[in-house]
């Protein structure tokens, strides 16, 4: 399993990481900061989620209008990873 670790950008949260298995699926999403709740429950939806499929489904969220989200900041850490 291939571990990753990405700053995040106009968030809350500082950073987030995961693992990539050898078939892109998503393991140990974590997050550092942000909202705690939401954030965990975002890691066990995608657990064992394709890496692209969840890229797709979460590009784009956008959190009070800051044209990103935690989410959208996954997806586009998922995108980094994948294109590695």
Excluded: Y
Aim: charged share 20%; with cysteine.
């Amino acid at each position: 399993m291939a571990c990753f670790s990405f700053r995040t950008q106009g968030v809350c949260s500082q950073e987030v990481s995961f693992e990539l298995d050898e078939q892109g699926h998503v393991h140990n999403v974590q997050f550092v900061g942000g909202c705690p709740g939401n954030l965990t429950a975002i890691s066990k939806l995608v657990e064992g989620a394709n890496a692209k499929q969840v890229a797709t489904l979460l590009k784009g969220n956008d959190c009070g209008g800051k044209g990103t989200s935690c989410a959208d900041q996954l997806a586009c850490a998922l995108e980094k990873a994948l294109a590695k």
